[in-house]
């Protein structure tokens, strides 16, 4: 058995520990914490902000895993969606502007992507940078997942249940549109 | 709203995980779910607050019941009195 089945099989039985007594989500919550933490924390880059968030999105699932269905996915990817949630949430309510400070190198590897000219032009990352600012919070969502915090397709494909052809078939179209706007300018 | 900028200057920072260990806290979450799942542990009506708000509910609505029926017999003894009324002048 590999390392990940073993730790998705302990948390199914932690779950339905939970779910016959609510008291054992401590150890889910002991568990999870830092990584969902560090989740919000490079969507938000906000200490207080991601700790509330967590403290949210927890709460969230201790409400919700009576309801929680094992289709597959890790345990993990459902209280990422949660989280994620909350943060998309928490962009959406807010009425002032919140920067996200993003690296060049990450601005350039979207670039690469989608093929675009002047990849070391600071002009053009601007211009890319603004592209981005006009998607939605459930597009930048996609972005983030992908080109800021670094998961693989198989890791976005379990955080929306869905399969790897389709996660990668909504980030290239999120792409596109980026690109054919770029295009017409 | 959110909005991306450029940073050049300097790596993100990353909590360390003393500083996250200070947002951890179960007891809290703990406290916070049982405040918004449990029902309150004294009955509506074992309540003080709750009983003399209940109580002046239904005086209220008495007194209305009684103000209607008065009004109700008034216009009875009216509509009585005129039609005794247009009888004798027949």
């Given at each position: 058995?590999?390392?990940?089945?073993?730790?998705?099989?302990?948390?199914?039985?932690?779950?339905?520990?939970?779910?016959?007594?609510?008291?054992?989500?401590?150890i889910?919550?002991?568990?999870?914490?830092e990584r969902?933490?560090?989740f919000?924390?490079?969507?938000?880059q906000?200490?207080?902000?991601?700790?509330?968030?967590?403290?949210?999105?927890?709460?969230?699932?201790?409400?919700?895993?009576?309801?929680?269905?094992?289709?597959?996915?890790?345990?993990?990817?459902?209280?990422y969606?949660?989280?994620?949630?909350?943060?998309?949430?928490?962009?959406?309510?807010?009425?002032?502007?919140?920067?996200?400070?993003?690296?060049?190198?990450?601005?350039?590897?979207?670039?690469?992507e989608?093929?675009?000219?002047?990849?070391?032009?600071p002009?053009?990352?601007?211009?890319?940078?603004?592209?981005l600012?006009?998607?939605?919070?459930?597009?930048?969502?996609?972005?983030?997942l992908?080109?800021?915090?670094?998961?693989?397709?198989?890791?976005?494909?379990?955080?929306?249940?869905?399969?790897?052809?389709?996660?990668?078939?909504?980030?290239?179209?999120?792409?596109?549109?980026?690109?054919?706007?770029?295009?017409?300018? | 709203?959110?909005?991306?900028?450029?940073?050049?200057?300097?790596?993100?920072?990353v909590?360390?995980?003393?500083?996250?260990?200070?947002?951890?806290?179960?007891?809290?979450?703990?406290?916070?779910?049982?405040?918004?799942?449990?029902k309150?542990?004294?009955?509506?009506?074992?309540?003080?607050?709750?009983?003399l708000?209940?109580?002046?509910?239904?005086?209220m609505?008495?007194?209305?019941?009684?103000?209607?029926d008065?009004?109700?017999?008034?216009?009875?003894?009216?509509?009585?009195?005129?039609?005794?009324?247009?009888?004798?002048?027949?």
């Open positions: 058995m590999s390392i990940n089945s073993e730790i998705a099989k302990e948390d199914q039985e932690l779950v339905l520990l939970v779910q016959k007594d609510r008291n054992a989500f401590g889910l919550y002991e568990k999870y914490f969902i933490y560090l919000i924390y490079k969507r938000v906000d200490e207080a902000i991601a700790g509330d968030i967590c403290q949210e999105a927890m709460l969230k699932a201790m409400f919700n895993i009576q309801k929680y269905e094992n289709r597959g996915a890790p345990f993990s990817a459902w209280l969606r949660i989280a994620s949630n909350e943060v998309n949430l928490y962009f959406r309510k807010s009425k002032k502007n919140i920067t996200v400070e993003i690296q060049e190198k990450d601005v350039q590897v979207i670039m690469e989608i093929s675009l000219q002047g990849i070391e032009d002009n053009a990352q601007l211009k890319l940078v603004q592209a600012n006009k998607l939605t919070a459930e597009q930048t969502e996609m972005i983030d992908r080109f800021f915090m670094g998961h693989s397709f198989k890791e976005i494909a379990e955080f929306y249940a869905i399969s790897e052809a389709n996660a990668k078939m909504r980030l290239y179209r999120i792409l596109d549109r980026i690109k054919k706007g770029w295009d017409t300018k | 709203m959110k909005e991306y900028k450029i940073n050049n200057e300097q790596e993100p920072k909590p360390s995980s003393e500083t996250i260990a200070n947002y951890k806290n179960f007891r809290q979450l703990s406290h916070e779910y049982d405040r918004l799942t449990k309150p542990k004294v009955p509506l009506y074992k309540d003080k607050k709750a009983f708000v209940l109580l002046l509910i239904v005086l609505a008495f007194v209305l019941a009684q103000i209607a008065e009004e109700e017999e008034q216009d009875k003894d009216v509509n009585e009195t005129t039609t005794t009324i247009n009888q004798g002048s027949e």
